[in-house]
């Protein structure tokens, strides 16, 4: 037990010892509180909590068994933890690729967003064309499955499809997804208020918790919006549900009017749209 004190004097001692009048003392405290508090918000729906959870109570385990001095147990633990380093970087793989993948999608680009963008009634009248073919497919249960391209460029996506960058038009979601069409099977890219590319394909997403009912194209639809910001829109063929997939969940039973709200306050923001007008040029470098 006098171990166990001593770490606790070490602790207090630490904690007594900070300064809170230097302002970099006090910057340093809210950076940290907000690092573990984001942290812990990102893992906590995820797959990933469950491991966290594991590794936490392993240090848990490491600590008592250095204070009880149970040799062997520590020496074994200790050799662990020397490639432990490795070993949480190939387990937490998906969730770090998540986070990165979305590094660089904040305000900066939101403040691009006011001086240049899609018009927000192009906008309303695309997400009203969108609503009825989804309306029609979900009518004659016609599997579809379309993704709204937002600040994450989707180019690896596009490059796997077909390019048609076309005016959205009900009509023509209702022919690219007809079923004895050629690129029905794959995802809808919609990119800058058009539909850009078709017969695209979409990483699945590697969740166990979803339920088994969900088929490929559900689980395609949570696995985009896992690892970006995109607005995912399926169509089940088996029940003509609609649901909409975002920040890697589903929410699912969704009806045309609900659906047409939902995509008018996902897209629109403050200072405009979440799409931005760019030039061919610039999409070409994107799909490199």
Not at 162 to 180: A, H, Q
Not at 208 to 222: D, F, P, S, W
Request: net charge neutral.
């Amino acid at each position: 037990m006098s171990k166990l004190k001593m770490i606790w004097n070490e602790i207090v001692d630490m904690i007594t010892s900070v300064e809170f009048s230097p302002f970099n003392d006090i910057i340093d405290i809210l950076l940290v509180t907000a690092i573990i508090y984001l942290t812990f918000k990102f893992l906590r729906d995820r797959r990933a909590g469950k491991l966290a959870a594991g590794v936490i109570l392993f240090f848990v385990v490491f600590v008592i068994s250095d204070v009880l001095e149970l040799r062997a147990l520590n020496f074994l633990l200790k050799s662990i933890t020397q490639a432990g380093l490795v070993a949480l970087v190939i387990v937490f793989q998906p969730e770090l690729r998540s986070v990165l993948e979305k590094v660089g999608t904040g305000s900066i680009k939101k403040i691009k967003g006011m001086f240049s963008g899609v018009a927000m009634k192009e906008v309303v009248e695309g997400v009203q064309e969108i609503r009825k073919a989804t309306e029609n497919l979900a009518a004659t249960k016609t599997g579809a499955l379309m993704v709204f391209e937002c600040e994450t460029k989707l180019g690896d996506v596009i490059k796997s499809g077909t390019v048609i960058d076309s005016e959205i038009s009900s009509m023509l979601i209702g022919n690219i997804f007809y079923n004895k069409a050629p690129l029905h099977d794959g995802a809808l890219l919609i990119r800058n208020n058009r539909l850009y590319a078709a017969g695209c394909f979409l990483p699945l997403s590697q969740n166990q918790n979803i339920v088994k009912e969900l088929g490929t194209r559900h689980r395609a639809a949570i696995g985009i919006s896992e690892v970006s910001d995109a607005v995912v829109i399926v169509v089940s063929e088996e029940t003509g549900i609609i649901s909409v997939a975002r920040d890697g969940k589903l929410e699912r039973g969704l009806s045309g009017a609900t659906l047409e709200r939902l995509l008018l306050d996902l897209l629109l923001t403050e200072n405009g749209t979440r799409f931005g007008r760019r030039n061919k040029e610039n999409d070409n470098e994107d799909e490199k």
